[in-house]
C-alpha cells in the first residue's frame, strides 16, 4: 500500500533563505507526483506536477525533483519571503487512476 | 474566473440530519472528486466520478452518497450525520484521472 510522509511536519525560517521541502513515498511505481499549498482556510492550489518520466519541474523561484528508485521528492524554494507561509503537501497517483495518495503537509512559516 | 466552486463555506448540523455539499467546475474537466481534510492528516478520497454519468467509490466511502448531476456539478450527501464526519470536505476536478487538480475552496462542516 502506497504511503507518503512529508518531514518536518513544520518548519520556521527567516526570510530570503533558500529551504527544502521533502516528501517520501513507499511504492516506487507512481505515474505522477504534485505539489501543492494551502493557505489557511483555504482551498489547495496546484504548484507542480511532475511525470514518472521527468526527474524535475520548475516554476519562478520553486523547484521540485523527483527521484522514483529512491521514493523521494523535494520541493526547493528560492529566496524565500513572508508570502511563501502555507502548508505545503505532495500527493502521489499511482497507474493515472483517479486516486491521488497525500502526505499530510509541511507547515512553512517564513520570518520577516 | 471561478474555477471550482463550493457551497456551503460553513455548516454545523446536529446528529442524524441530512445535507448537501454542491459543488460545481467550469473548466469542462471530465474527472471530479470529494476529499476530507482532518487535522495531521493527509486528504482521503471519498468518491470520485471519472467522467460524466460515473461514480466509484474512493477510500472512505461509508456514510455519503454522490451525484454527479452532469459535467459540470458533483453533489456530496450525508444522509445521516455523525460526529466523525466533522471536517473539511474539499472538491476538486481535473481533466481526467491523473491530470493536475484543481480544488474548490472548502467547507467546513461541523457535526454536533
Known amino acids: 500500500k502506497q504511503e507518503v510522509t512529508q518531514i518536518p511536519a513544520a518548519l520556521s525560517v527567516p526570510e530570503g533563505e533558500n529551504l527544502v521541502l521533502n516528501c517520501s513515498f513507499t511504492?516506487?511505481?507512481?505515474?505522477?507526483l504534485q505539489w501543492f499549498r494551502q493557505d489557511p482556510g483555504k482551498g489547495l492550489t496546484s504548484l507542480l506536477l511532475i511525470q514518472s518520466s521527468q526527474r524535475e519541474q520548475t516554476s519562478g523561484r520553486l523547484n521540485a525533483s523527483l527521484d522514483k528508485s529512491s521514493g523521494r521528492s523535494t520541493l526547493y524554494i528560492a529566496a524565500s519571503q513572508p508570502g511563501d507561509s502555507a502548508t505545503y503537501l505532495c500527493a502521489v497517483n499511482r497507474d493515472s487512476n483517479y486516486q491521488l495518495i497525500w502526505g499530510a503537509g509541511t507547515k512553512l512559516i517564513i520570518k520577516p | 474566473n471561478a474555477g471550482v466552486t463550493q457551497t456551503p463555506k460553513f455548516q454545523v448540523l446536529k446528529t442524524g440530519q441530512s445535507m448537501t455539499l454542491q459543488c460545481a467546475q467550469d473548466m469542462n474537466h471530465n474527472s471530479m472528486y470529494w476529499y476530507r481534510q482532518d487535522p495531521g492528516m493527509g486528504l482521503r478520497l471519498i468518491y470520485y466520478s471519472a467522467s460524466e454519468g460515473t461514480t466509484d467509490k474512493g477510500e472512505v466511502p461509508n456514510g455519503y452518497n454522490v451525484s454527479r448531476l452532469n459535467k459540470r456539478e458533483f453533489s456530496l450527501r450525508l444522509e445521516s450525520a455523525a460526529p466523525s464526519q466533522t471536517s473539511v470536505y474539499f472538491c476538486?476536478?481535473?481533466?481526467?484521472?491523473?491530470?493536475?487538480?484543481?480544488f474548490g475552496q472548502g467547507t467546513r462542516l461541523t457535526v454536533v
Open positions: 511504492d516506487s511505481a507512481i505515474y505522477n
Open positions: 476538486a476536478s481535473s481533466e481526467h484521472g491523473g491530470y493536475e487538480a484543481f
